[in-house]
């Protein structure tokens, strides 16, 4: 425990310490400038095939990355079964999945909140957070290649959302030859996962195309009320890549990718109706190679987001009706400039726009941002890497925002790397932070965007539907300001024995974007909008490792450690204005600062534990994996608006799951397996859960 | 339960050191912790209109005497549903409210009941057509409305609420209030939270001493 706090410590200095660091590292960097020119890279052939992409959107091997990365390979997806990019990411250490109102599923990166994570599929970003939370169960696995998880603040490259972290999930590419697969899964809930691959590849033509439908009857965690935890649904996924090298520096690739979700919407035994996603996305990508040292590329891509719903009573009239509509298109033209085998500048300009249309909406709002980035990446010696980078993003509604980057790797031998990067990040208020003009129209009251509020309140109020104006308007006309972050990573990779990756973060967020109440209505109702004021952080250790007892067994482990809290509420319960109450009737008492929790839905541990088990002589695979979450707070329940040690807690858990795959006729594969099998379930508190699932899986190759 | 004990210490000391001031100065008056348990303050609802109309006969309470009372004058609050008036200020606006003869306030402080000691005259608000000394709504006055079961939303006192007020005759006194329920229960179950609402158990320090601003 001592040793933990003292690395907690070390890290609220960290900022001095990356300071030192990076000053070490530049005096190691003139010393080592003698031994230069020394042999080549000697990374061994078991490393060569982990390249990313995300870090410095070129191929680079992950070893030399400074920055905390992670891989997940098509292996490890086919060997647990998993159908959606949920299953999978809440396996990763660090990574967890929570559920969102809206009845999505959201990612949690060193405990920041999903909507501070950027989501790309090959390099460019999934648009349709209609609650903030971008829902990862709309995302098949099947034709995955592997998935890149970069960790930090990493606007500097990738801009406007990057600030907990980018997940881009690489999906194959055309390869020599023909061959397709079938893959089907089949499980409890009569939940049915369908997919299919064709790849063709020829000369200068290449085409790739995947088709999966996935249906579910949905689940009931409480069975006392009309509605379903889950409603049933279907839905639909058709990706399509085509390649056409016109010669061998020169290529284009122009995928696309469509989405179509049916689901049943209940609000009551009388209240029926029926939710649809629709979403497409297209990227047209064009790149040539000038020579060794100079490519470039231009893309273009487009996305579109829709989804509608509706209630009708029981006599079949409207009841409630909505609609979402957001249209993205950015084309974007970047270089990349080696000069020699070592050292690599990419630069890019780009433009994004941005138009929503939706229900309840102030208008049909757009944005504009032309953005420039260059990032140097570079091996300076043998031991030494380092990544350099820095984006501007301009914006047509808010303020500007200047986004670096440095990193560091250094190798002090062959088996010891010690990493550490600074970033700044940032997430523009959405759409819905800015034109929101909704009123419940049951209970009545009212949630204004930002910039609704200047021209909606003197409305209300010449209506006379307001009694007090708590916020003046003029409050109102400095713009609400981006989220941004600035992350500190420090790690160290060790391979001795296993393989064991340790990583220190902190992000400090400013300018958290919350509601408040601006005014009061006549009928005892709030008017509500948003505004920048927490400052908030998140802190914590990660712990990764792998060991491979011989070819056929191998365990992994990854445990980490969080503190997310709010600076604000920290002082709170420092200064004693904190009060809290035993039981109903039992007076207050003051809180203490070390009775401070920290930030909802946030557990202080996560770890995962896993065995691969190969039986070569079988054609047998199997594995054993867990995950445990400790305790985490949801609500307040004890009234002070804080999460303390007195309010009511989620209780922690761990889910176990089972699969076992064997192969039989070199081209077909059956599996069986039992996801949650000890059939864990928390209906009050966590809806994404939803109990044992046993399944079984047939996958054919031609 | 070290709250309680120390009350009572301070109930003890108090009661030493009056005791004490009566062979100095006979003239005033001893300050009491009380407890009034089940100040039944019912209402009736009118879901025809939006939003509803909520009626019924205010309950008036009296810090001097410790009970409620029928009086038109000699009054200080009065309770109906979560409801709180001052006998202080003009109407509000709101149906059977009663009307004000005295020169009751209130405000509310973030803290602990036995620690609120002094009085700060320039913060007492009172009752107008612009609202209630007392703000009414979850989490604006004394209480939050927790509705997560929507078949029996509960209200409770929010912790570290202590209200201050000056009586109709200038007097002051301080109120934490503990419960909404009947008997002060220690758990609010389903049955408790549709049934037996609207019943006030509240610790209130009175000061009888004209001209004292201190709850000592």
Known sequence: MSIISFLIKAMQNQYRISILWFAFIFSQLMLSQQQKEEEKDSTKVE???????????????????????????????????????????????????????????????????????LILIDGVPLIGRSAGTLDLSRISVGNIKQIEIIKGASSSLYGNEALGGVINIITESPKSGFNSDINYRGGSFNTHDINTNLNYKKNKFGVTTFLNRFSSNGYDLVDTDAVNTVEPFNNYTLICKTTYDFTKNTKLLLSGRFYHQKQDNIASETLKGESEINEWNTLLKFDHKFNTTWSSFLE????????????????GSTFYESNFNQLFVRPEFRTTFRFNDKNTIIGGIGLTYERLK??????????????????????????????LGTRFDNHSTYQSQFSPKIAVLYKINDKIAVKSSLGYGFKTPDFRQLYFDFTNSTVGYTVLGYNAVSSRIP?????????????????????????????????????????????????????????RVIARKTNGQN????????????????????????????????YQLLYAKDKDAEKAFENGQVFARITANSPSFRLQKNDYFGLFNRSRHLANFKIFYTIPEWNLETNLRST??????????????????????????????????????????LGFGIDNVFNFNDPQNISNIAGCIIYGTLNIQF | MKTIQLTVLAIICIGFTSC????????????????????????????????????????????????????????????????ILVNGGTSSGIPEEPTRTG????????????????????????DSALGLAIKTGSGNGWYNYDGSNPFAPKIEPIPGKVIVFRTADNKYAKVEILSYYKDNPDVITEDIAQNDSRYFTFNYVYQPNEGKTTFE
Do not use: C
Request: aromatic residues 14%.
């Open chain 1, 47 to 117: 490393t060569l095939s982990e390249v990313i992409i995300s870090a410095t959107r070129t191929k680079r091997q992950l070893t030399t990355i400074p920055l905390p990365a992670q891989l997940v390979f098509k292996k490890e997806i086919k060997s647990i079964n998993s159908v959606r990019l949920s299953d999978i990411l809440n396996e990763q250490t660090g990574l967890i999945t929570v559920p969102d109102f809206g009845g999505g599923e959201g990612i949690q990166i060193q405990g920041l909140d999903s909507a501070y994570t």
């Open chain 1, 300 to 315: 273009f891509y487009a996305s579109q987001y829709k989804a509608d719903e509706f209630l009708n009573s029981e006599i």
């Open chain 1, 358 to 387: 939706r229900t309840e909406f102030f208008g049909t709002p757009e944005f504009n941002s032309p953005y420039a980035y260059m990032q140097y990446d570079g091996n300076l010696t043998k031991k030494l890497s380092v990544i």
């Open chain 1, 459 to 515: 409305q209300l109020d010449a209506n006379g539907e307001l009694i007090s104006i708590l916020v003046p308007v003029s409050a109102f006309n400095n713009g609400l300001k981006p989220e941004s972050s600035i992350s500190y990573n420090f790690g160290v990779d060790i391979k001795a024995l296993s393989n064991l990756k340790i990583n220190l973060f902190r992000n400090d967020i400013t300018n958290l974007i919350d509601t």
């Open chain 1, 527 to 558: 008017v509500f909008s948003y505004y920048n004021v927490n400052e908030v952080y998140t802190q914590g250790i990660e712990f990764n490792g792998v060991y491979k007892f011989n070819e056929n067994v191998s365990i992994s482990g990854g």
């Open chain 1, 628 to 669: 445990y979450r400790s305790k985490f707070g949801i609500f307040d329940t004890n009234g002070n608006s804080y999460l303390d040690k007195y309010d009511d807690f989620v209780n922690g858990y761990t889910i176990w799951d089972f699969a076992i795959n064997k192969t039989i006729y070199k081209h077909y594969k």
């Open chain 2, 20 to 83: 004490n001031n009566d062979d100095d100065t006979p003239q005033l008056i001893a300050v009491k912790a009380e407890q009034f348990v089940n100040l039944h303050a019912p209402q009736t609802s009118d879901f025809t209109t939006s939003p509803p109309t909520i009626t019924g006969d205010f309950v008036k309470f009296d810090f001097a005497t410790g009970t409620t009372t029928t009086s038109d004058t000699d009054w200080d609050i009065a309770f109906r549903g979560t409801t």
């Open chain 2, 103 to 126: 020169n009751a306030g209130a405000y509310i402080l973030t803290d602990i009941f036995n620690e609120v000691n002094t009085i700060t005259e320039s913060s007492f608000e009172q």
